[in-house]
């Protein structure tokens, strides 16, 4: 039992009130003088941009930050990520009288704010790491009233008034506290005492790996540390080459040596070294330039500087005839690349950016004759394009065997992935398929030191958290882990490197050199000396905007509302009222959802507002068989007839009676597993929603934005007639489809999707994709209705009219529809609502930033630059894998069953689940064959010498669980995350989570072992 002080309050109490203070009270204070120093819409670029801060902020303060940008708030922020933000920015302006390493406390007469931050940090981590838990009544005042005068300050610094921080002080001094707020405070204060512990051995961790790289807390200017060293160069002859590295430290008089020997610097060979301080680090470029390199100046070159030495081989190839022959403005985009430097060729559509890259492969190819290049596009149907491409331009490779595509699905019935990299010389798969193959714990891993030269179009994509990404952090661990010294030249290739929707041209430039950290890139490849010459080639289309218009009368929307609110009535029925009534603790929220939803059901907001319902239903699954079913199916419904009303604007009335045909179907399928009366008839509703609007068809008006886009077409046609080449740009597979059939005969219309998904049955095979485009090319379509499955890199030279109908883009899709059109003097059509074309001329304006960047970033010398940020993002990646780990590490077998998203129904218990690769989560159990029914594929899928062959549906409810794979012969159930939900087995709590890392239970990999067991069952 706690001990009470002489004035009468317990010693666990004060405790409790110094916790609150340090976790909460001082951190409002020190919000407010970080709004002072920081506004939240700069703060994650001026932490992005910090050296330091990138090294040491986690990923979850990262999440905080961007949260500050959003909400303009720093609500969220504790004491250390504070302190560690205005430290590192504002390292001298803030930095306390004793320095910020200072072994001692600041004194009394210290009053700088620097002084108090360091006070507010150091009181926070004594409160939570102190053993005793008891303070007295004296010591609870020496706190107080440095806290006191601490607040004092600080409140006139962020020119508070009233004494606002200072009341606040005093009022937590005296106020009563009753239990469970005692309670609370002292289980806040164990808890952060524990993260704390944990952060300081991550911290640990990540030390140990910067100081492996040479990246150090305190830079001793007096040593040099090599932060990038020379690497082997083969150059052609004629080539002017540059040998450079990076180091951090003080400046030496750098001595260049070839063979041993001292250089003799001339009119051909010169030295530059260019110094800057980076982050508070002093960093310089050591630069030997060669101009006009010939076979004499291949060699052994080193730099000493000090005591060190970094050296390197020099090789100088003779120059062969080339296969490709380049324009003047293609042969300046080739010149960085051909010095074996990483570099983002950066050039509009239809400037053969695929010839320039293929010129690159060539002379890559004739310095390396032993050399692997990777071409790296994400869809199968350029990669077709550019394959097929290579194998007309490189006919003694093509004949040799030496070209080859990647088709993940024949994994298992071909050579193995590294058995082909070791045999070709040029190869092309998707980004994907190389990351799962550098994948340490693949069957078939590759190393990154095996490839010679990696080749990323439509590389703009690398800044997401996506393939693309993860092949540049494969590249970076070799880069910074091994002691090998070989990477592979890096070559990106984009039409519009984007801008991240930045609303200003620092915010662009600051974006693009994003994109060249992540690339290791230091110098873009851009036209400018031949400008004029890449003009001749390029085309400016004539741009045509149509305002949408709506039907004069629309009686298909009248209908559809009238159904949506027929559905909203059912939430107010006695059977639903009263399951929310009788489980009021567990379905308050979901009550309160249903009793709010919004008037316009033609807002996005009505479409969150169902998403949300849906999700808090499915967390009640348990608690009843029938109701929380009956709420999902009419969520459900909701969501049909919204897509139906969108299908409507967009389309004609027998489009939407197909959608909701279709949809019956499969609703009708799952009504006959029903519980409830109430949820037939509302399928029945449904069925007579859809006669009702069969039966009115031939009254209703057609669509005129329809009719704008056929007469449109039709007027184009009849310019170039069979010559002649549309593509209209949609936003969903559906509509593609319906409006492919609308178009009138002589254009041979047809549709250009992606992938087939279950959900999505107007998807379209890959196979068939590429027919479509062959079928296009030569003129057996004339007009393609797309997704965006066709906006990048798609080269149909005679395209002479894009439309883009009521499709949404960002600055580079909308940039990259545009240069869909390749026909001199073709046309743009935007037909789209007044603020679509809001949003247009913002795409505008944001292009404008991006080509403004561009100009600014050519004229920069960013070697050193890049190099820090470079080493800035491989620690930040650091540092997520140790937390990831950490995460993984603390998972515990739990005690959890899977059940149907749709209605609470039982699939199996956790105890069942397994994964294979991490990739497929498989029941271990097959007395789940008597719970299910199969429908097979129409094609069996084939990836990871895995088989995907039948959907699987509950027998006792109707609804879709996930697929059948064949796996070491086995058949199992793999359960479709979407389509399922995991409950925790004593509390009946749904656990949620994105993504199948984020699950917070251990799930074991199916062992070979086990497999057998099965198998034998």
Request: hydrophobic share 35%; aromatic share 8%.
């Amino acid at each position: 039992m706690a001990s009470v002080g002489s004035s009468g309050v317990s010693t666990k109490t004060h405790y409790a009130r110094l916790g609150h203070a340090a976790q909460n009270m001082i951190p409002r204070f020190l919000h407010e003088v970080l709004l002072y120093y920081e506004n939240p819409k700069n703060i994650y670029y001026n932490c992005n941009t910090n050296h330091y801060l990138l090294c040491r902020l986690k990923s979850s303060d990262w999440t905080k930050i961007n949260e500050a940008v959003n909400t303009e708030s720093y609500k969220n922020f504790d004491i250390p990520l504070i302190y560690t933000i205005l430290r590192n920015i504002h390292y001298t302006t803030l930095e306390p009288t004793n320095g910020w390493d200072s072994k001692i406390d600041p004194q009394l007469h210290q009053t700088k704010t620097g002084d108090d931050l360091e006070r507010c940090r150091r009181r926070r981590n004594k409160i939570i790491h102190r053993g005793n838990t008891e303070v007295s009544d004296q010591e609870l005042n020496a706190y107080f009233d440095e806290f006191r005068a601490i607040a004092s300050r600080l409140q006139a610094i962020c020119n508070k008034q009233n004494n606002e921080f200072v009341s606040e002080v005093d009022d937590l001094r005296t106020c009563s506290m009753d239990e469970d707020t005692e309670r609370r405070y002292l289980k806040e204060i164990e808890e952060w005492r524990r993260r704390g512990m944990d952060y300081e051995e991550q911290i640990s961790q990540l030390q140990e790996h910067l100081a492996a790289m040479g990246i150090s807390e305190k830079q001793d200017n007096e040593n040099v540390v090599f932060i990038k060293f020379l690497q082997e160069t083969t150059c052609v002859e004629g080539n002017t080459v540059t040998l450079q590295c990076i180091v951090s430290g003080s400046k030496y008089i750098a001595e260049w040596l070839k063979n041993d020997e001292e250089i003799v610097y001339d009119q051909k060979n010169r030295q530059e070294c260019l110094s800057d301080i980076i982050d508070g680090i002093y960093v310089q470029v050591y630069k030997l330039v060669i101009s006009e390199s010939t076979d004499e100046d291949s060699g052994t070159y080193a730099l000493k500087l000090g005591g060190k030495t970094s050296s390197c081989v020099l090789s100088i190839t003779e120059r062969k005839p080339s296969l490709i022959e380049l324009r003047k403005y293609q042969e300046e985009l080739v010149e960085t690349a051909m010095t074996g430097q990483n570099t983002i060729i950066c050039a509009g559509t239809n400037a053969g950016k695929t010839y320039v890259a293929y010129h690159i492969i060539e002379d890559h190819l004739i310095k390396y004759p032993n050399g692997k290049v990777v071409f790296i596009n994400k869809t199968n149907v350029l990669l077709e394009q550019q394959y097929s491409r290579a194998c007309r331009t490189f006919t003694d490779l093509n004949f040799q065997g030496k070209i080859y595509k990647w088709d993940a699905s024949l994994e298992g019935e071909c050579e193995s992935f590294p058995t082909i990299i070791q045999r070709v010389s040029l190869f092309f798969c998707t980004p994907q398929s190389l990351c799962n193959h550098l994948d340490e714990k693949s069957k078939n891993k590759i190393s990154m030191d095996l490839l010679t030269l990696i080749i990323l179009d439509e590389c703009h994509h690398v800044v997401r958290r996506n393939a693309f990404n993860q092949i540049m952090n494969y590249y970076r661990r070799h880069k910074f882990e091994t002691k090998s010294g070989k990477i592979p030249q890096v070559l990106g290739l984009t039409a519009s490197p984007g801008t991240n929707r930045a609303d200003d041209g620092f915010s662009a430039v600051q974006h693009l050199k994003r994109l060249m950290a992540n690339l290791d890139v230091s110098k873009l490849s851009v036209v400018r000396k031949h400008e004029q010459e890449l003009l001749e080639y390029s085309s400016t289309p004539i741009n045509v905007q149509i305002c949408s218009t709506t039907r004069r009368q629309d009686p298909v929307q009248d209908i559809l509302l009238k159904a949506i609110q027929d559905v909203e009535r059912v939430f107010s029925d006695r059977t639903v009222s009263s399951f929310l009534m009788v489980n009021g603790l567990d379905t308050k929220t979901l009550l309160t959802a249903l009793e709010n939803p919004p008037i316009n059901k033609r807002e996005k907001r009505y479409v969150h507002w169902i998403s949300e319902t849906k999700r808090k239903t499915e967390s009640v699954m348990l608690i009843d068989a029938d109701v929380p079913r009956l709420i999902h199916i009419c969520l459900r419904l909701l969501e049909l007839y919204v897509e139906s009303l969108e299908m409507n604007s967009l389309l004609e009335i027998a489009h939407v009676t197909d959608l909701l045909t279709g949809a019956h179907e499969q609703f009708f399928y799952e009504s006959q597993q029903a519980n409830t009366i109430l949820e037939r008839q509302i399928i029945d509703a449904l069925k007579d929603v859809t006669s009702v609007l069969r039966e009115m068809r031939h009254d209703v008006e057609s669509n005129p934005d329809v009719n704008e886009i056929i007469r449109t077409l039709v007027q184009e046609y009849e310019i170039l007639k069979e010559d002649s080449r549309f593509i209209v740009f949609v936003k969903t597979r559906a509509s593609a489809k319906a409006l492919a059939k609308r178009l009138p005969e002589c254009l041979k219309a047809t549709h250009l999707t992606g992938g087939t998904k279950a959900k999505d049955k107007a998807g379209l095979h890959i196979d068939q994709q590429l027919e479509v485009m062959e079928h296009f090319r030569e003129g057996e379509h004339l007009c393609i209705v797309a997704t965006s499955v066709a906006c990048e890199g798609l080269d149909i030279p005679q395209c002479n009219l894009m439309i883009r109908y009521k499709f949404r883009a960002d600055e580079i899709s909308s940039y990259q529809m545009r240069g869909r059109i390749r026909y001199k003097g073709g046309k743009e059509v935007i037909l789209a609502s007044s603020e679509d074309f809001e949003r247009e001329t913002r795409n505008i304006v944001r292009q404008y930033y991006m080509k403004t960047a561009i100009d600014q970033v050519i004229d920069l010398d960013l070697t050193a630059n890049i190099a820090i940020a470079e080493q800035g993002i491989y620690a930040s990646e650091i540092q997520e894998r140790l937390l990831r780990q950490r995460q993984e590490d603390s998972k515990t077998i739990g005690a959890f069953t899977v059940n149907c998203k749709r209605c609470g129904k039982p699939v199996t218990d956790g105890d069942f689940i397994r994964h294979i690769n991490r990739n497929h989560y498989i029941v271990y159990d097959k007395t789940i064959f008597s719970r299910i029914k199969c429908e097979p594929f129409e094609k069996v899928k084939q990836f990871d010498k895995i088989k995907k062959t039948q959907s699987v549906d509950g027998k006792s409810c109707g609804h879709s669980w996930g697929v059948i794979l064949v796996y070491k012969e086995c058949e199992f159930l793999a359960i479709a995350k979407a389509k399922v939900n995991f409950f925790d087995k004593y509390s009946k709590k749904m656990v949620e989570f994105k993504k199948w890392a984020e699950f917070p239970y251990r799930i074991d990999e199916v062992t070979d072992e086990e497999v057998q067991h099965y198998f034998s069952e």
